[in-house]
C-alpha cells in the first residue's frame, strides 16, 4: 500500500463507479501492442486469476471460464471487449469491471485536476441492481439541479438503465462540454426528468472556516474528495484552525465518496497519535497495517458528520476516528464499501479494476454492505435534502439540521469530555 501505487480513484471520471478506497496501477511489462482480439480476453482472465480477492472466485469455475471464451474465435476487439464484460459478469462483483481504452483514459485522469461531466459518482445498488447516485460533486451540473445521494438513475438519453452496467452509463452520460443530457431520476415514489449540461468542473475538496459559538471558536472543515491534494490542504486547515485556538472541530464527510487510500490515512494521522488506521487482508489471508505515527496536529474534540453518500476512503477515515475513540459520529449510516481495487493496464490501451483486498476497521469490522453506523443518528427527510441541494450555503449551517446536532454534540464535548451522548 505504498503511497507511490495508490493513483486514483474512479471518482477521477465523475461519472463512473462509486469511488474506491485507492487504486493501485499494475504495470506488468505489457507495452507491446497486442493486435489479436483474443489477447485482451486471456489478459483479463489471467488478472483475475492472479489477483482477484476471492480464491474461488464467487464459486464460479474459473479454469472452465477460460476454455469457454478463448474457444471462441473473435473477428474484433469489440467482440472481444462484449466477451470480457460478459466474463466478468460471472463474478458478481460490480467493483471489478473492463474499460475500453477511452474509458481508461478517462479513470487515468488526475484527481486534482479539472474535469469534464456532469458531476455525479454512480454506484450499482448490490441488491436492486438499479444504478444508485453515490453523491453529487459540490458545485456540478448535477449538484445544481438538485440531484441527490441514493436517487436512482432510470433513463439516459431516454434509454432505459435497466440491465446497463456502470460503464455502459458512464458512456452514455459522458460527452462534449456544452452538451446536454436527460437523466430519468427516480426518487422514492416519484420518476422525473432533469435535463443537465455537460461543463469542466473544478475540484475544491477542503472547505474550512471558524465559528464563534457561546462556548468560544469551533473549526469546521467539510471535505468532499480524498484527492491528491486533499492531505496538504486539510493539514493547511486544521493548522490555522489550531493556530486560532479553536476548541474543537467538526469534520463533515456527507456525500465525500472516497478517493485516495493514502489520503485518508494521512488525515486520520492529523487527529490520531499513535494507534491503527486500517488493515487491509488479500486473498491469501495475508494482512497489511496502516498506523498513526505520533504526528497528530490536535487533541481537542472531533465530531464527524457523515451519511449514506460516506463512501470507501470517507468510511476508512471515519472508522479510525470512531473505533480509536477519538471522534464522534454524526448523521446517518455510511455508504458500506469495504473493497480495495488494482487499475491495470492491459496490451491494447484498455484496462480493468480488480478487487484485490478487503479493509477492515481498526476494531477488525468489515464494513462492505453494512457501512459505519453513527454514535448519534439524525435522518433527513428527502425535502430537508432538496432543500439543502437548492440552498447549498444551508451547508454546515444552523438550517442544516445534522450539522446542528453535530454542534450541540461537539459543545457538549468541550463543556465535558465524559458528557452522555444523549
Known amino acids: 500500500m505504498a503511497k507511490h501505487r ?3 480513484s474512479s471518482t477521477a471520471a465523475l461519472m463512473a463507479t462509486v469511488a474506491v478506497v485507492g487504486f493501485q496501477l499494475v504495470n506488468p511489462s505489457i507495452a507491446a501492442f497486442r493486435p489479436s482480439p483474443k489477447e485482451v480476453v486471456d489478459e483479463v482472465w489471467q488478472v483475475i486469476n492472479r489477483e482477484y480477492v476471492d480464491g474461488t472466485f464467487n464459486k464460479v469455475d474459473w479454469q472452465k471460464t477460460r476454455k469457454q471464451y478463448l474457444s471462441r474465435d473473435y473477428a474484433s476487439q469489440a467482440d472481444a471487449y ?6 466478468l459478469k460471472n463474478l458478481d462483483d460490480p467493483y471489478t469491471r473492463f474499460m475500453d481504452p477511452e474509458q481508461f483514459k478517462s479513470m487515468q485522469i488526475d484527481t486534482s485536476g479539472e474535469l469534464t461531466g456532469v458531476g455525479i459518482q454512480l454506484g450499482m445498488d448490490e441488491e436492486t441492481k438499479k444504478l444508485t447516485v453515490v453523491s453529487p460533486i459540490e458545485d456540478s451540473p448535477a449538484s445544481k ?7 436512482i438513475v432510470v433513463k439516459i438519453g431516454g434509454k432505459s438503465t435497466e440491465g446497463m452496467d456502470i460503464n455502459q452509463a458512464v458512456a452514455l452520460i459522458r460527452g462534449p462540454v456544452n452538451t446536454k443530457v436527460t437523466l430519468g431520476i427516480k426518487r422514492g415514489d416519484r420518476t422525473f426528468d432533469v435535463e443537465l449540461t455537460r461543463s469542466k468542473i473544478e475540484l475544491h475538496v477542503v472547505k474550512a472556516d471558524i465559528r464563534d459559538t457561546p462556548t468560544g471558536k469551533v473549526g469546521y472543515i467539510r471535505l468532499t474528495q480524498f484527492n491528491a491534494n486533499a492531505t496538504a490542504d486539510m493539514r493547511k486547515a486544521i493548522q490555522a484552525q489550531v493556530d486560532k485556538n479553536v476548541g474543537g472541530f467538526i469534520l463533515d464527510l456527507r456525500s465525500n465518496p472516497g478517493g485516495l487510500l493514502y489520503s485518508s490515512a494521512e488525515i486520520a494521522r492529523m487527529f490520531i497519535d499513535n494507534a491503527t488506521i486500517v488493515s487491509t487482508v488479500d486473498r491469501k489471508g495475508e494482512s497489511e497495517r496502516l498506523v498513526a505515527n505520533r504526528q497528530s496536529l490536535t487533541d481537542k474534540p472531533v465530531v464527524v458528520l457523515v451519511d449514506g453518500g460516506s463512501a470507501s476512503a470517507s468510511e476508512i477515515l471515519s472508522g479510525a476516528l470512531q473505533d480509536n475513540k477519538r471522534a464522534i459520529l ?6 458500506g464499501k469495504g473493497l480495495v481495487q488494482s487499475v491495470v493496464p492491459l496490451g491494447d490501451g484498455s484496462g480493468m479494476a480488480v478487487t484485490i483486498a478487503k479493509y477492515f476497521t481498526p476494531n477488525g469490522t468489515d464494513i462492505n454492505r453494512a457501512g459505519i453506523k453513527p454514535d448519534v443518528v439524525i435522518e433527513l427527510t428527502d425535502a430537508q435534502k432538496e432543500q439543502l441541494m437548492k440552498n447549498r450555503t444551508e451547508i454546515g449551517s444552523n438550517e442544516d439540521p ?17 458528557a452522555s451522548l444523549n
Open 6 to 8: 495508490l493513483i486514483l
Open 82 to 87: 462484449r466477451a470480457v464484460r460478459e466474463m
Open 145 to 151: 439541479a438538485g440531484i441527490i445521494s441514493k436517487d
Open 330 to 335: 454524526v448523521g446517518t449510516k455510511t455508504f
Open 402 to 418: 445534522q450539522y446542528a446536532k453535530a454542534l450541540e454534540v461537539l459543545t457538549k464535548r468541550i463543556k465535558s469530555p465524559t
